[in-house]
C-alpha cells in the first residue's frame, strides 16, 4: 500500500525556519520524482519543489533561495527545509510522489507564519 506521511508543519514567526519531512513506503522510492506542494486557504494548490532519482532539484520561484528539497533514499524520506519563512508561506503543505506507477499525495501538514 502506498502511503506518504508528512510531518514538521506547525506555528513560526516570520524570518524563521520550519523543517518539513515526508516518510514514504509501499512503493519503489528511490526511483520516484518526489515533490511538495501548498496550498494555501481559499487558493489552488501551487508546486513548491521537486528533486529527481538523480537528486536533480528544482524550485518556484516564490520559494527558491530560501527552501531546499533533500532525499534520503536509504529511508525513503523526502526533506523540505524552510528558512526566512513569510507570511504567504502559509498553507497546507503536501508531498507528492511520481514514477511510472504511481502518482500518489499524502494528507499534508499545516505550516503557519504569523507572529
Known amino acids: 500500500q502506498v502511503q506518504l506521511v508528512e510531518s514538521g508543519g506547525g506555528l513560526v514567526q516570520p524570518g524563521g525556519s520550519l523543517r518539513l519531512s515526508c516518510a514514504a513506503s509501499?512503493?519503489?522510492?528511490?526511483?520516484?520524482?518526489m515533490k511538495w506542494y501548498r496550498q494555501a486557504p481559499g487558493k489552488e494548490r501551487e508546486y513548491v519543489a521537486l528533486i529527481t532519482p538523480g537528486a536533480g532539484t528544482n524550485y518556484a520561484p516564490s520559494v527558491q533561495g530560501r527552501f531546499t528539497i533533500s532525499r534520503d533514499n536509504a529511508q525513503n524520506t523526502v526533506s523540505l527545509q524552510m528558512n526566512s519563512l513569510k507570511p504567504e508561506d502559509t498553507a497546507v503543505y503536501y508531498c507528492n510522489a511520481k514514477n511510472i506507477r504511481i502518482d500518489a499525495w499524502g494528507q499534508g501538514t499545516q505550516v503557519t507564519v504569523s507572529s
Open positions: 509501499g512503493f519503489t522510492f528511490s526511483s520516484s520524482i
